[in-house]
């Protein structure tokens, strides 16, 4: 089967319908065009009009999609930035994302997801291994090694 090559105005068309559909990043815009069968010199052309017309807004995505992985897979601050950095986003947009993250929320959605967990693990009798166990699966969440140890505190009083 040979690969069809599109003009690069069918190209731009199509990367204007795949960024209207939801938030892209400027890297999976690229790796599209490429997809598509434009060389180097027309991906960065379509690029630069892709953000004249304001289909692609790198800050824009950043904060789009932080608040999601946030909201929906309850991720923490360490591996949306992780995340964001694969999709090589810059540290400004991150940076800006990571803002839009409100504070009360985050410690909310943190002490909750370290109840579940906790509370998940009560035939565990030894304190040690359900703590570990605990932060394990708050650290592989993504959330910060400093929250999580003052919420693993916390049980350690209600235990008592």
Do not use: P
């Amino acid at each position: 089967m040979v690969k069809k090559h599109l003009t690069k105005e069918q190209a731009l068309q199509k990367a204007k319908h795949y960024c209207a559909y939801q938030e892209r990043s400027h890297s999976e815009v690229k790796e599209k065009l490429y997809s598509l069968g434009l060389w180097k010199k027309e991906v960065e052309e379509a690029i630069s009009q892709l953000i004249e017309e304001n289909y692609l807004n790198e800050e824009r995505f950043a904060i789009a999609f932080a608040g999601g992985k946030f909201r929906t897979k309850h991720w923490g601050r360490t591996k949306i930035k992780y995340e964001l950095q694969q999709k090589r986003v810059s540290i400004y947009c991150i940076n800006k994302a990571m803002k839009q993250i409100d504070e009360s929320d985050y410690k909310n959605r943190l002490e909750m997801l370290g109840e579940e967990k906790w509370k998940s693990l009560k035939g565990e009798k030894n304190i040690f291994i359900k703590k570990r166990k605990t932060q394990d699966y708050l650290l592989q969440k993504g959330y910060e090694h400093g929250l999580v140890s003052g919420f693993l505190k916390t049980c350690n009083q209600k235990e008592e």
